[in-house]
């Protein structure tokens, strides 16, 4: 297996651990070691609990010196609320666990979010590890501490900074992952191309008919470049200052779609690709990208089999994006900031100084 390392300021660095096939000896040892305490509380949905639940648990229990217990929550960006949130808490407080347990979250962006913004929160602040399911959580979510819930008025409002112990990811468990869940996934590792690795963002428009048939290496490549870029955004930005924001190229669009379709009618990685069509155009009509560079992007997310444009007759106009967009998290003093692609390909700019009629 491979191993990136996310490097962060005093002592917190933590591994990435990306495999398939892992023995389930050596998987407990790694997991494991990662868990101070002798307490774990496993948190998944009920979508993967029947899958994966089980095998994790007993890798877990494996040795005899740690109790584990399992909490199952209601999946699904719908669901992603303080309300089942707090399912995690009362669980915890039942079970009487104290500040030494570790909760492990299995499963995709929504569960990562929900079980690491509990363990920041319980007690103020437990450990916690991530095993993303996902391709979206493995490449993206799962990885730089971000966590929370959605607010009716906005995505992602309610929520802390809260790093994991280590990451996890076995790919295998992508077998079980429906196709258009593995496609909203692709969405965020065509967005590290963009905006700052031209190489990978060469080598998808090749090889993106074998992530899409789930080609192992082409699937391990696709998610250790990712962790490997998001790793050293998330070293120069831990809190998202400044840089850490050009992670969202397409997200403000694409939470305003998200939240006024209703939370689950597109998948995460669904709004994103529209939302990054529609920030390359932007960036385009304001003269700060060549013409083609829209295509290629248009391009590669039909590849990916994503959606480029909101359907014809969507309520989304240019007036309900602009009031839906000014409840995000990236305006600053009243004013909206966007991430727009700016130069050749891999480059991009988090900026407020745009054109509002484009």
């Known amino acids: 297996y491979d191993v990136v390392t996310v490097d962060l300021s005093n002592g917190r660095d933590y591994p990435i651990y990306i495999g398939a096939n892992f023995d389930e000896k050596e998987a407990g040892e790694i997991l494991r070691s ?51 949130m707090g399912l995690i808490l009362d669980k915890a407080m039942e079970l009487g ?27 103020r602040g437990v450990n916690f590890i991530q095993i993303p399911t996902t391709v979206m959580a493995m490449t993206d979510s799962s990885v730089g501490g971000k966590t929370g819930v959605n607010h009716p008025l906005g995505k992602n409002m309610i929520g802390a900074f809260h790093q994991p112990q280590c990451v996890y990811i076995d790919t295998n468990t992508l077998s079980t992952l429906p196709d258009r869940e593995l496609q909203s996934g692709i969405a965020e590792v065509i967005k590290y ?4 690795d031209v190489e990978f963002f060469e080598w998808q428009e090749q090889n993106m008919d074998k992530i899409l048939s789930r080609d192992p290496d ?18 120069a930005d831990e809190l998202e200052a400044d840089v850490r924001a050009t992670l969202n190229l397409g997200h403000t669009f694409g939470h305003a ?5 209703g939370y689950g009618v597109y998948l995460h990685g669904e709004a994103v690709a529209i939302g990054t069509v529609m920030a390359a155009t932007m960036s385009a009509k304001m003269g700060w990208i060549e013409k083609d560079l ?8 039909l590849a990916a089999k994503l959606p480029v444009e909101l359907p014809v007759d969507s309520p989304m106009n240019s007036e309900r994006f602009l009031s839906t967009m000014s409840v995000d998290k990236k305006v600053a003093n009243g004013q909206l900031r966007l991430i727009l ?6 480059n991009c700019v988090f900026t407020g100084d745009f054109d509002e009629e484009a």
């Open 34 to 84: 990662h868990v101070k305490g002798n307490r774990a509380l496993i948190i998944t949905n009920d979508l993967i609990a029947p899958l994966y639940l089980e095998k994790y648990e007993r890798i877990m229990k494996e040795g005899g010196s740690l109790q584990v217990d399992t909490c199952v929550i209601p999946d699904g960006e719908a669901n992603k609320t303080v309300e089942n």
């Open 97 to 123: 666990l104290d500040r030494k347990v570790t909760f492990v979250a299995l499963g995709g962006g929504v569960i990562g979010d929900m079980a690491g913004f509990a363990a920041a929160i319980y007690q």
């Open 193 to 196: 191309g963009l905006i700052r």
């Open 218 to 235: 082409a699937l391990r490549y696709a998610i250790k470049r990712s962790c490997e870029n998001k790793a050293e955004v998330v070293k």
């Open 257 to 261: 779609i998200e939240n006024r379709s």
């Open 294 to 301: 829209v295509q290629r992007t248009y391009d590669i997310m």
């Open 341 to 346: 692609l700016k130069g050749p390909l891999g």
